[in-house]
């Protein structure tokens, strides 16, 4: 019987440890074995706070990293299982600019190059996971080969996941031509405005403190899912998990154990909907 195998994409800028080792947990918890990509292969690191049992959520205004989840990061940084990440550009073609020379014939060897490349991710795994952090906004979110990965598994009929800002790539997650988003009509959670940072959204590898997020999460998808779907925020609920086949979305840290677990009985029990 082959492996169960699920697709775990991180950024190079940073992930939120625990979005990564919750769902991680119960996965392998289930059986199945986690391969992890980042844009260009580079190591993935936990972003400091993530691992920090004083460090303050200023939305919360409570400590949010647990004693308990700091160890399991910890713990699982020390592996060094994200030194040798899967290369993203070792997947997925870059598409042509329109100005590029004989465009027409670039964009047509493009999609069969795409179309090759779908096939062997979803052949491969089972699910695909974008885990979430301040890093995402600068590498995942509107980053077009990982547009393209999520509409392999869209189009193949297989889970994706995503949580906190990993979320928003679902947002831009779009066929080429048509343009929708597709999560157009369905039921998503992330980051409500009441979560949301006035100042202090910061990066791996660089001192650059953007102050709030570049951009309001609820609104964007709010917009994005359109009058016949609907972003859940959830506000002052402890978690927010939402799956709406095949989409499974979760708010953010607190809920990534819950996620994990929701990931799992969609993959092993054939959950379509939860949460809503």
């Not at 440890?17 to 919750?22: H, N, R």
């Not at 795994?125 to 869209?154: C, K, M, T, W």
């Not at 031509?177 to 157009?184: G, L, Q």
Request: proline residues 6%; contains cysteine.
């Amino acid at each position: 019987m082959p492996a169960k195998k699920v697709l775990a994409i991180l950024s190079e800028y940073g992930y939120w440890g625990i979005e990564l080792v919750g769902p991680l947990e119960k996965l392998e918890q289930s059986g199945y074995e986690v391969h992890f990509m980042t844009p260009h292969g580079k190591t993935a690191q936990a972003l400091p706070p993530s691992y920090d049992t004083t460090y303050v959520d200023p939305p919360l205004g409570i400590c949010v990293t647990t004693p308990e989840a700091a160890e399991k990061v910890k713990a699982f940084e020390a592996t060094g299982k994200l030194a040798n990440c899967l290369n993203m550009a070792d997947y997925i073609p870059e598409r042509p600019y329109h100005s590029a020379t004989n465009f027409l014939r670039e964009l047509e060897n493009y999609y069969v190059k795409v179309k090759e490349s779908h096939k062997a991710l979803t052949d491969t795994y089972d699910a695909v996971l974008i885990v979430g952090g301040s890093g995402p906004i600068v590498d995942l979110v509107n980053n077009q080969r990982v547009h393209e990965i999520i509409l392999g598994f869209y189009r193949a009929g297989k889970p994706v996941s995503a949580i906190c800002y990993g979320v928003a790539a679902l947002v831009f997650a779009r066929d080429f031509n048509e343009r929708d988003s597709i999560i157009k009509g369905k039921h998503v959670t992330g980051h409500c405005i009441e979560y949301d940072y006035h100042d202090g959204t910061g990066f791996m590898g660089t001192d650059f403190n953007i102050g709030p997020p570049p951009y309001v999460l609820e609104y964007i998808l709010a917009d994005a899912v359109g009058t016949e779907g609907q972003f859940h925020g959830n506000f002052g609920k402890e978690t927010s998990v939402i799956v709406d086949y095949p989409f499974i979305t979760a708010r953010s840290l607190q809920c990534s154990f819950e996620f994990g677990e929701q990931i799992v009985n969609v993959l092993d029990n054939n959950l379509k909907r939860y949460g809503w």
